[in-house]
């Protein structure tokens, strides 16, 4: 086997990278290590251009294997790795959206590329994957303007900014860590990040950027020294020009209507939003269609269009201070908030309008047994908390395939849930478990901020207590250069489409909770994504208002729809008392009681039913575990009588012996003399054998008058 190895330092650690012919048949590949967590990246470009393409063809597969963590997974018949994980497909996307920005848009030839998970310890393999696949386009002749660097970097158990934590330090639900950003630049700006956040301050994540970005640097430097040594020649890509003939129809007939569709008539904005503009693109495409009839290809005409489109908004926004629909730079669009008054059936829901986005979240509450277990490379958790976001085709008023969740709502639903995690309460004070689903009814410009407003109206409709409203808004940016740029406020419609950044920033009054960054630019640098985080924090505070105007606070009580649970404790030993020979126990007390169980290896217990359902299994379960002291005063059923004294039942898991001379104030000769089976009598502890599980019980003590010479 051939190989050359490289190495640097990156947060402390060595990080190796690999070269052999192991995928000598990829256009390009590297093994990256860190630690023991290794990961494989592998390029290739499709020989010939794709025909009839519109855009340019890039997919990137996150793989993860089993074996990597030492693991067997799946479900008892299918042992095989199949559909991606959760994870594997953020982690795709992460790496998506960091090196689709630095391709030529117009190349027509396929792309794709693949990074598996060969082996992984307490590194995140997500960091890794993303500097792999950096490094594997970077030394292939395929054609792209890298590398980048990618590293992650928080506060977690202190005020130190750590870079590339270990796993151990991995965020989750109950975890107080300050913040977690992952985040990817080049030349010192910075064009991808998710991060999460407990409410922290715009000024404390600039900072951490900051640092981040020297480490970028560093990576950087690395991947380039190892390109000038073994990096191949890249491919030529000629380019199609588009014909004179319909650059000069489109100039003689689309150009002059261009700016009237964006803007509106005599300067008056264009309320139709992207209607207008959607209509003038059709009105080309048939035009381009009836001049050449012998074509059936017209992505360059799409092209002139939208680059024509795009360089008005640019240019309006940045020499104007000019927007498509009239507003000013930092003005939202109309805003609309309603808390429940949906279905009295739902345990919450919200709805929440800006503009023509349009977004309706539901509420689900449900016990502990109700938890999603995510079985992962590295983790094994239960999330209490989950939010799913759907965007059928109707939103957009297309018509599209419905019912299959795509990476993109899969995204959008996890950066909602991230936002909305750092408010929740902590389990001791509300043990349910919580699902939403955002459903966007009608989309133009950021349906999943939308997606966050509807919910947390949603949470507080249901009664939970939040620690603060959370809103979202995304700010986008037109840019020229570092001195000639606009931040947008609350995008929509081609200036979502055409904007150079995508910038989600969800947070309450105080402080961040999550930021999701988009980039069609090479970057943007860290001054400009600090003025669009302290814009967007002047808009989150105007929604913030809004949803508070429609419900100041959670509701006092959750909805009677949903089912009650209550908590007790019971000693650790006696758990498996509880649960019984292969369940058998727990088993009939959810079928005698109707509710759900869960115990928790510390002895806490959770009881989830309606109806009275909880409470039954409550009191079932405090009788069964009820720990008897010396002196504790009861009353029992006679259940058997010996010669020597009678069995008397403390509840329905637990009697106790009451001797013969225990039984009154007087000789008793024969037991069956006064006491009878059945009988109902009171009795007093009076001793406890824990080794033999033995309870001595005595009448006469608790009652020296309850037998009367004998007689009761």
């Keep these: 086997m051939q190989k050359k190895e490289y190495s640097v330092e990156i947060g402390g650690k060595t990080l190796t990278a690999i070269f052999t012919d192991l995928a000598e048949q990829a256009h390009g590949s590297v093994i990256l290590k860190y630690g023991e967590t290794i990961v494989l990246a592998t390029v290739c470009m499709s020989h010939d251009k794709q025909k009839g393409l519109g855009y340019f063809n890039l997919t990137v597969d996150y793989v993860e294997?089993?074996?990597?963590?030492?693991?067997?997974?799946?479900?008892?018949?299918?042992?095989?790795?199949?559909?991606?994980?959760?994870?594997?497909?953020?982690?795709?996307?992460?790496?998506?959206?960091?090196?689709?920005?630095?391709?030529?848009?117009?190349?027509?030839?396929?792309?794709?590329?693949?990074?598996?998970?060969?082996?992984?310890?307490?590194?995140?393999?997500?960091?890794?994957?993303?500097?792999?696949?950096?490094?594997?386009?970077a030394v292939s002749n395929i054609p792209w303007n890298g590398p980048i660097g990618c590293v992650r970097i928080g506060k977690y158990d202190n005020d130190n900014l750590i870079i590339n934590p270990a796993q151990s330090l991995r965020i989750d639900e109950d975890t107080q860590y300050k913040f977690d950003l992952t985040v990817c630049g080049k030349d010192g700006n910075i064009n991808m990040i998710e991060a999460s956040a407990r409410q922290s301050k715009e000024e404390e994540l600039e900072e951490a950027l900051e640092k981040a970005s020297i480490e970028i640097t560093k990576l950087e430097n690395f991947q380039k020294k190892i390109v000038g040594e073994i990096g191949k020649e890249k491919r030529i890509i000629e380019k199609e020009i588009i014909s004179p003939e319909s650059v000069a129809l489109f100039n003689e007939n689309i150009l002059p209507k261009m700016e009237e569709a964006l803007f509106g008539e005599a300067g008056l904005p264009a309320q139709s939003g992207k209607k207008k503009i959607d209509d003038l693109h059709n009105m080309w495409?048939?035009?381009?269609?009836?001049?050449?009839?012998?074509?059936?290809?017209?992505?360059?005409?799409?092209?002139?269009?939208?680059?024509?489109?795009?360089?008005i908004l640019h240019k309006k926004a940045i020499a104007e201070n000019k927007r498509a629909d009239g507003r000013k730079m930092d003005e939202l669009r109309d805003l609309y908030a309603q808390a429940g008054g949906f279905s009295s059936k739902l345990h919450g829901s919200g709805i929440f309008y800006r503009g023509g986005t349009h977004v309706l979240s539901v509420l689900t509450l449900g016990g502990p047994e109700d938890r999603n277990l995510v079985d992962g490379l590295q983790l094994k958790v239960e999330k209490r908390f989950m939010h799913h976001y759907n965007f059928p085709p109707y939103s957009g008023g297309e018509v599209g395939r419905s019912g299959f969740t795509n990476r993109r709502e899969i995204g959008h639903g996890a950066l909602a849930e991230k936002a909305l995690a750092m408010v929740l309460p902590s389990v001791s004070e509300f043990p349910y478990t919580m699902r939403i689903v955002s459903e966007s009814m009608a989309s133009n410009g950021s349906t999943s901020q939308a997606s966050i407003c509807a919910s947390i109206l949603a949470l507080m409709d249901g009664g939970v207590p939040i620690k603060a409203p959370v809103a979202g808004i995304a700010m986008g940016l037109m840019i020229e250069d570092d001195a000639k740029y606009k931040i947008l406020t609350d995008i929509q419609g081609p200036e979502d489409h055409h904007g150079d950044m995508d910038f989600k920033i969800a947070g309450t009054r105080i402080g961040v909770t999550a930021i999701q960054l988009d980039v069609k630019v090479e970057g943007v640098s860290i001054k400009i994504l600090g003025e669009a985080m302290r814009q967007g924090k002047i808009a989150r505070v105007v929604i913030i208002d809004r949803l508070e105007k429609e419900i100041p606070k959670s509701r006092d009580n959750i909805s009677p729809n949903a089912p009650k649970i209550l908590i007790i404790k019971i000693n650790p030993e006696k758990i498996g008392l509880v649960i019984g020979g292969g369940g058998k126990t727990i088993k009939e007390i959810k079928e005698k009681s109707g509710a759900e169980i869960t115990i928790e290896d510390d002895g806490t217990v959770y009881l989830t039913g309606k109806d009275g359902s909880a409470e039954k299994a409550k009191e079932l379960v405090e009788e069964m575990t009820h720990e008897f002291k010396v002196g504790e005063m009861l009353k029992g059923e006679v259940m058997k009588i010996?010669?020597?004294?009678?069995?008397?039942?403390?509840?329905?898991?637990?009697?106790?012996?009451?001797?013969?001379?225990?039984?009154?104030?007087?000789?008793?000769?024969?037991?069956?003399?006064?006491?009878?089976?059945?009988?109902?009598?009171?009795?007093?502890?009076?001793?406890?054998?824990?080794?033999?599980?033995?309870?001595?019980?005595?009448?006469?003590?608790?009652?020296?008058?309850?037998?009367?010479?004998?007689?009761?």
């Design 285 to 311: 495409n048939k035009m381009v269609q009836d001049k050449f009839k012998d074509r059936d290809d017209f992505f360059l005409e799409d092209n002139l269009f939208d680059d024509a489109e795009n360089e």
């Design 65 to 137: 294997k089993f074996y990597a963590a030492g693991k067997i997974l799946g479900s008892r018949f299918v042992r095989r790795e199949g559909r991606p994980s959760e994870e594997a497909i953020l982690a795709s996307r992460v790496i998506d959206r960091t090196l689709r920005p630095l391709f030529d848009q117009s190349i027509r030839h396929a792309v794709q590329v693949i990074v598996t998970v060969l082996s992984v310890d307490d590194n995140d393999p997500t960091i890794l994957a993303v500097n792999a696949a950096s490094l594997a386009l």
């Design 642 to 712: 010996l010669d020597f004294g009678a069995f008397v039942a403390l509840n329905p898991f637990t009697d106790g012996m009451v001797h013969i001379s225990e039984i009154a104030p007087f000789r008793v000769e024969r037991v069956s003399d006064i006491i009878k089976e059945g009988m109902i009598v009171p009795v007093k502890v009076i001793s406890i054998d824990k080794e033999r599980g033995k309870i001595g019980l005595s009448i006469k003590e608790a009652d020296k008058d309850f037998f009367n010479g004998g007689k009761k």
